[in-house]
């Protein structure tokens, strides 16, 4: 008879070697571990050309690289940039359609443009953070903002200012003028959808002025079209280093444009963090980082949790600018 601890211990072995040689148990493949497997769909809310549109086909191209598929860069422009972000917000929560948009999500939202803003989306990242400039036609004779707004003080409602209606350059405005102790009606606000067609207005000499920054203003100032009358950033910029910042010309107001990532609202975290793995290596290409900061844009990469974070300050940024147009 075989005593008990021997007996046991054959058992033992008997079920250590059938259970090596019994078949793995499959483990379910994870949303995010073939993703992606085909071309994912970015969607930029506005026309061809604009700021907006150039970082983030340069991010693009760098980003298909590591995914292994394609970007495919999508322009839907219109509503104050709400018609490409509610394509997004609409899509399915798979990966495959992605916003790259910025601040005017809360704009938008603020302005009664749309009902939705930043908690409709999964945020995935910021990427580039932009100061803005106040702009004027070259043969303009203000040689500053403050020379600007003086003279819109003598004569009220007779300068004209173009903004895109509920987007950042509309509350830009609005901080501008709240900052310099002006009423909001002091200039005469003409609405245009997008920088692209405001730009062409001021060159037009049909508007006076207008927000633009380093990278959908220089080279028209380059060629003598346009002239940069303030920065709205704390301290000068090295693409502008002759161009004052708002504040040496006493008005205590900065302002960027910061512009990220979102997915659809239910996208799985797995393939949010994926996604935001992806931007934080392109964002830390010197390529990318030279192309970008050529641009006269700062590149300000944060991930999904710290972005949250971000929006959630944005959001009551832009509520406090909101309350000043009521007034």
Not at 12 to 29: D, K, Q, R, S
Not at 38 to 63: F, N, Q, S
Not at 69 to 74: C, G, K, N, R, W
Request: with cysteine; aromatic share 8%; charged share 20%.
């Amino acid at each position: 008879m075989i005593p008990v601890k021997k007996a046991f211990a054959i058992l033992l072995l008997c079920v250590l070697v059938l259970a090596g040689n019994a078949p793995a148990v499959p483990v379910e493949a994870g949303p995010a571990d073939n993703y992606p497997d085909r071309a994912i769909k970015l969607v930029i809310p506005y026309a061809p050309g604009g700021a907006t549109d150039i970082i983030y086909r340069i991010v693009a191209e760098y980003a298909q690289q590591e995914l292994g598929q394609p970007i495919a860069v999508v322009n839907m422009g219109g509503a104050s940039g709400t018609i490409g972000s509610r394509n997004v917000k609409d899509s399915a929560p798979d990966g495959y359609t992605v916003l790259g948009s910025h601040d005017v999500i809360a704009t938008a939202f603020y302005s009664q443009v749309v009902d939705y803003a930043f908690d409709a989306f999964e945020p995935v990242c910021l990427l580039t953070s932009t100061p803005n400039i106040a702009t004027t036609h070259a043969k303009e004779p203000w040689n500053n903002i403050a020379e600007l707004l003086k003279d819109a003080a003598k004569r009220p409602g007779e300068i004209v200012w173009s903004v895109t209606l509920g987007s950042t350059d509309h509350f830009f405005l609005m901080g501008l003028l709240n900052s310099a102790g002006l009423p909001i009606d002091v200039l005469r606000i003409a609405g245009y959808d997008g920088t692209g067609p405001q730009i062409t207005a001021l060159l037009g000499r049909h508007t006076n002025g207008c927000m633009t920054n380093v990278t959908s203003g220089l080279s028209y100032v380059k060629s003598g079209d346009l002239k940069f009358l303030g920065v709205a950033h704390p301290s000068r910029m090295p693409q502008i280093p002759d161009v004052p910042t708002l504040r040496e010309l006493g008005i205590p107001f900065d302002h960027g444009t910061n512009r990220g990532v979102f997915l659809p609202k239910g996208t799985p975290k797995e393939i949010v963090d994926k996604l935001a793995g992806v931007f934080e290596k392109v964002m830390q290409h010197p390529d990318v980082i030279k192309k970008i900061g050529d641009l006269g844009t700062m590149v300000n990469y944060i991930g999904p949790e710290e972005y949250k974070v971000f929006l959630d300050e944005t959001m009551k940024l832009y509520g406090e600018l909101s309350k000043i147009a009521e007034q």
